[in-house]
């Protein structure tokens, strides 16, 4: 998937910006504070329909404005062009795909894949299991638009289900059976998630495996394994069976506690828990190699390599290593950069890549 | 700009409360009423009044009626072992339109959703639980939406008739007529998969 091109209208701090594209490599240099980020952001709420650093649209709009207007025109690798509108007037987010309008988030997502790396995803490897599955609970949805209606349906049931817990704890209502019904469907899209998560963990492993490898030239062995307490044999009867078990223990803490949303992914390196045993450096490493292989793994579903957005280049990569990581990249991967180190330009092939400078809200071509 | 007048505000304020009306609907509701004759404010409020008065529920389906008892209920052609239980008037009269369903219906008015309050005893589950027991019922038909919240009504309810005997049927999910193949959500078309019929 690649973008051609891009409009932003009283989006963060541009008033009118519209930039084309046709190569692979887009590179955005400025000093900080002047709105570099504000484009890898835009492209990454054109693919995803979401922020990476906000979850409320008011916050795009430019200060003193009413609301944003951004398109993207894209085309992917048959050939076909793609148009994404979408425009929030401060009260209502229109998003218009192929002049469609798109009612539900779910009906686009993946149409437009994107990653991207950005600082402070460190969370990822050092943070709660929550951070975990849901970095692969994304990637998972960006190409299974079944996962993401089993996920939705899953957590809408345990949000039911936590609150009749809280109430039944605080001791207003008495709803035993409402449990037993909530534990039921809780098995069967536990269980589906269960399934789908192992079965992605099974092939985007050795994609991972292979860059963490490259990346680290050699040095680290990566390793990713699925960490429940259920019986790994049967799932969906392991699930079931504990929560009959343990639901006086639900009910005594008022909250629902046995599940997949309570499942971990346990990254390895060198055979040791990255978590307890990692160094800076090493967590660094494996979350840029996590993100990479995703690129692959994308592309072994969908055939299409998504976008690649990377967000201050060097806050998470050093020089060395964004040589390796543009040896990756160089498979027809449009990837767009961010950094205030000019001495990036240095590093560039002009004849595969683009660079702006980016001047308190104007972007000026260079070359 | 001048202040709104008060009572002006007073009747934007009642309309933007109602179901699916905003505040700009309200706005213009309000000025149309303003500027219109009469007969016309005069004609709305006594019907809002009249249905308020006149109108109740059947006492046994919770259908709406001027009687103690519905049309559908009071009708002895329709088969009384037939019961199809739906979330409201509304989709009681998508049914009923239809004219496929022979049987009786009961309007339970609501779905359980314990995060909007709404727990099976806010529901008229007791006085459909009661029917099935003393009247003859040999189907309940269960018409109810096909998400968490419809969902957990339905098995809510097959739980609890499970040892009644009765014949408990569900709705269908599959590819809408007309829809396409390519445009169907995985779901569904899975669900459509699993329950295909012999043609």
């Known amino acids: 998937m690649k973008l051609k091109k891009i409009g932003l209208t009283n989006f963060r701090n541009y008033g009118d910006l519209e930039l084309e594209f046709d190569k692979n490599i887009i590179c955005f240099t400025g000093l900080n504070g002047q709105g570099k980020t504000n484009i890898a952001e835009a492209v990454s709420v054109l693919g995803l329909l979401t922020s990476f650093r906000t979850g409320s649209y008011s916050e795009m709009i430019r200060f003193g404005e009413e609301g944003f207007f951004i398109k993207g025109e894209f085309f992917n690798s048959s050939g076909r062009d793609i148009e994404v509108v979408i425009s929030y007037d401060g009260n209502i987010k229109k998003i218009m795909y192929q002049n469609k309008r798109i009612t539900r988030f779910s009906e686009m997502w993946g149409k437009i894949p994107v990653v991207y790396l950005i600082p402070d995803e460190s969370i990822i490897t050092t943070g709660p299991p929550a951070a975990r599955r849901d970095f692969c609970d994304r990637l998972i949805s960006l190409t299974d638009s079944e996962y993401l209606q089993i996920l939705n349906e899953y957590n809408s049931v345990i949000k039911q289900k936590n609150k009749v817990l809280s109430e039944m704890k605080a001791g207003i209502s008495q709803s035993s059976e409402l449990i037993a019904i909530y534990n039921s469907k809780i098995a069967s899209a536990g269980s589906g998630i269960y399934i789908k998560r192992t079965e992605f963990i099974k092939n985007f492993l050795p994609y991972f495996v292979e860059i963490f490898d490259f990346i680290s030239d050699g040095l680290y062995a990566g390793n990713i394994i699925y960490e429940t307490i259920m019986d790994e044999k049967d799932y969906e009867k392991s699930l079931s069976v504990t929560l009959r078990e343990q639901k006086i223990q639900e009910i005594k803490r008022g909250i629902s506690v046995i599940g997949p949303h309570k499942d971990d992914l346990d990254f390895m390196i060198n055979g040791r828990s990255l978590r307890k045993f990692g160094s800076k450096g090493q967590h660094k490493l494996f979350l840029v190699a996590l993100k990479l292989a995703g690129t692959e793994y994308i592309k072994s579903v969908t055939d299409e390599y998504p976008i690649f957005v990377l967000d201050d280049l060097y806050s998470e990569i050093d020089e060395h290593k964004s040589l390796k990581v543009a040896k990756i990249l160089d498979k027809d991967i449009q990837t767009f950069i961010t950094t205030s180190n000019s001495r990036i330009i240095d590093q560039l092939d002009q004849n595969v890549s683009q660079l702006f400078r980016v001047d308190n809200g104007n972007c000026t071509a260079v070359f | ?199």
């Open chain 2, 1 to 199: 700009m001048g202040k709104q007048s008060e009572i002006l505000q007073n009747l934007i304020d009642s309309f933007a409360k109602l179901p699916g009306i905003g505040k700009k609907s309200a706005r213009r509701i309000s000025y149309y009423l303003i500027n219109s004759e009469m007969k016309v404010s005069e004609k709305l409020a006594d019907a809002v009044i009249e249905a308020k008065k006149k109108l109740g529920l059947c006492m046994e389906c919770h259908n709406l009626t001027e009687h103690k008892i519905c049309d559908i209920c009071g009708d002895d052609k329709r088969d009384g072992s037939s019961i199809l239980v739906v979330e409201n008037f509304s989709d009681l009269y998508m049914f009923e339109k239809l004219n496929i369903h022979k049987g009786l219906y009961h309007v339970i008015g609501g779905l359980i959703s314990p995060l909007d309050g709404i727990v099976p005893s806010s529901l008229n589950l007791a006085s459909l639980f009661l029917r099935v027991r003393e009247k003859k019922v040999r189907e309940l038909i269960i018409g109810l939406n096909h998400s968490v919240e419809g969902d957990t009504t339905a098995l809510y309810i097959s739980e609890k008739l499970k040892d009644s005997g009765i014949n408990i049927t569900r709705l269908a999910t599959g590819i809408p007529i007309g829809g396409e193949i390519e445009f169907t959500d995985e779901v569904t078309l899975k669900q459509a998969f699993m329950e295909r019929r012999i043609f």
